[in-house]
């Protein structure tokens, strides 16, 4: 079976779960007339449905018999509600679990016999085709249905598998540092705007350098530290500025804003 033409259907269409659509649509990961989802607001569903040419269903168990995969965008307190109503009709679906806490031991619990799923957490740049997902290593997927995951999720982002104990913590490092990107971001176009740049060729620029040095980093399986060096020339002007951030801190605050998080 062609990839694209696998049924994937999102039970709670939200933030996070859009977003997945929406980097499945650009990345061509799979087609429109094979996407479909339910949710409580059905008039704010439709809307966004039909803005992605997808299909707005009624019912969870409308998208269930429609899909082969069936992603679990709901709150984490109604996972429990949606796998009694889903009940059989979820045996021999690859169950895709956003619903951040809920892990293997717990769907474990939950869902009905013979159910194969894997817990996972992205993050929102998923909706452009470079996100990450946090996927828990314990699961119960088949080989078959593994392969299947990775292939179309792949296409839109870094699968990145941890142990179970590491998977709150994978999703807060994917998911909640984007807002400390921004913020970084945001600083950084301030300091040029100070010194004269306009304020949208700013964000331009500052955006374009973060998404490059990732994927610099990314595709040459290179240490952070290894490509600060390569920057900062003895007595340049680089390592002035490195040298500032240090004095004020940089990454004790990140590692401090992970630990707020954490407690």
Known sequence: MDNRDIRIGFIGFGSMASAIC????????????????????????QTNC????????????????ASDIVVIGVLPQTVPEIMEELGDK??????????????????????????NHISTVPNTPVSVGEGIFVCESRHTLTDEQLELFKEVFGRIALLEFVEPKLLDLGGIVAGSTPAFMAQIAEGLADAAVKHGMSRAASYRIV????????????????????????????????????SKLEECGIRSAMIEAVDAIMN
């Open 22 to 45: 929406d980097g499945l649509l650009i990345k061509q990961a799979a087609a429109p007339g094979n996407i479909s989802a339910c949710a409580r607001n059905w008039d704010k569903l």
């Open 50 to 65: 039909n803005s992605r040419g997808i299909k707005a269903c009624r019912t969870s168990q409308e998208v269930a018999e």
């Open 90 to 115: 979820l045996k021999g679906k690859l169950i895709l679990s956003i619903a951040y806490g809920v892990g293997c031991d717990r769907f474990t619990e939950i869902a009905p016999e013979g159910c």
């Open 207 to 242: 955006e374009q350098m973060m998404m490059g040095t990732a994927k610099y980093m990314l595709d040459g399986d290179m240490h952070p530290a290894v490509l600060k060096d390569g920057v900062c020339s003895p007595g340049g002007a680089t390592i002035k500025g490195v």
